[in-house]
């Protein structure tokens, strides 16, 4: 998983490893199209993963649609690509599939800052945790990384964070579960 960092050195971080892993995920930002865009398309290449907000997507892009500039983004090399929408939830692409994760509706946020990076450790934590890449994989690890966004954005910083517990993950992960889960009646 390659943090935020400037593009140039997250190549040179791919370029060190002695074996190239299963699975490289990429987190990028607006600043870094701004000011370093050739570093970072280079950077991109390289990569099987890469998780941009809604914005960065479109700016990265130059395409409004987000299954247009999906499909951009994924030609410059990753095989999957999230596409992060804060508030309201998350996008997974692989190949010509397209998998929605909500983010879960709270009556009070507290502090948004940091949800992204924790909703990318709940993500790569599930993964590692499972040992599984696969593309039904990501979409349980896209709605856990939700579950533990949705935690951060509670109180300031890590504090809600230190506080959970597996069964209030559990729980969480319920409520996910009972949020899009529906009986359809087609007649």
Not at 127 to 148: E, F, R, V, W
């Amino acid at each position: 998983m390659l943090g935020n960092l400037m593009p140039s050195l997250q190549k040179k971080i791919i370029e060190q490893l002695p074996n190239r892993p299963k699975l490289i995920i990429m987190d990028t930002m607006n600043f870094w199209m701004d000011i370093a865009m050739e570093d970072l398309l280079k950077t991109i290449s390289m990569v099987d993963l890469l998780m941009v907000n809604d914005g960065e997507a479109r700016q990265l892009s130059g395409e409004y649609s987000l299954v247009k500039a999906a499909q951009k983004i994924m030609e410059l090399g990753p095989k999957y690509l999230i596409i992060k929408k804060g508030e309201h939830g998350a996008l997974l692409f692989h190949e010509k599939h397209v998998f929605f994760a909500p983010a879960l509706p709270l009556e009070e946020v507290f502090d948004p800052t940091g949800a992204g990076d924790t909703f990318a450790g709940g993500f790569i934590g599930h993964l590692a945790h499972t040992k599984d890449i696969s593309y039904n994989n990501m979409k349980t690890a896209i709605i856990i990384g939700s579950a533990m966004a949705s935690f951060v954005v509670e109180k300031f910083g890590t504090e809600r964070l230190q506080e959970i517990t597996k069964e209030d993950i559990s729980r969480r992960l319920n409520q996910f579960v009972d949020l899009v889960n529906f009986d359809m009646d087609v007649q």
